[in-house]
């Protein structure tokens, strides 16, 4: 089992930008991908961002690829999600995700509770 923490979420005015964190309580990070989805009320869930375990390998929805940086430190066994020039359609619960596997592409086993991100227009 592994527990995730997000944080960083919270009220930006749009154009602003925020940092989402992700801690994971697992000793084995280093070997195991991550990623980020976001859900808006009404909304399916989508697949925003993804590192693989060694950050050789990442990807980012088209949709915000120009603004949205994913990145993880393993030895804090922390992954990020840089958002810059935020929207009012990048509001949502965002929710990090972790695999048993070191690539990105598969299923994500464990979930965190979720940061809410606000943007005012």
């Known amino acids: 089992q592994v527990q995730l923490v997000e944080s960083g979420g919270g009220l930006v005015q749009a154009g602003g930008s925020l940092r989402l964190s992700c801690v994971a309580s697992?000793?084995?990070?280093?070997?195991?991908?991550m990623g980020w989805f976001r859900q808006s009320p009404g909304k399916e869930r989508e697949f925003v961002a993804a590192?693989?375990?060694?950050?050789?390998?990442?990807y980012v929805a088209a949709s915000v690829k120009e603004r949205l940086t994913i990145s993880r430190d393993n030895g804090k066994a922390t992954m990020y999600l840089q958002m810059n020039r935020l929207k009012p359609v990048d509001e949502a619960d965002y929710y990090c995700?972790?695999?048993?596997?070191?690539?990105?592409?598969?299923?994500?086993?464990?979930w965190g509770q979720g940061t809410q991100v606000t943007v005012s227009a």
């Open positions: 697992r000793r084995t990070f280093s070997r195991n991908a």
């Open positions: 590192i693989s375990a060694e950050s050789d390998s990442t």
């Open positions: 995700a972790y695999r048993d596997g070191s690539t990105w592409r598969g299923i994500f086993e464990y």
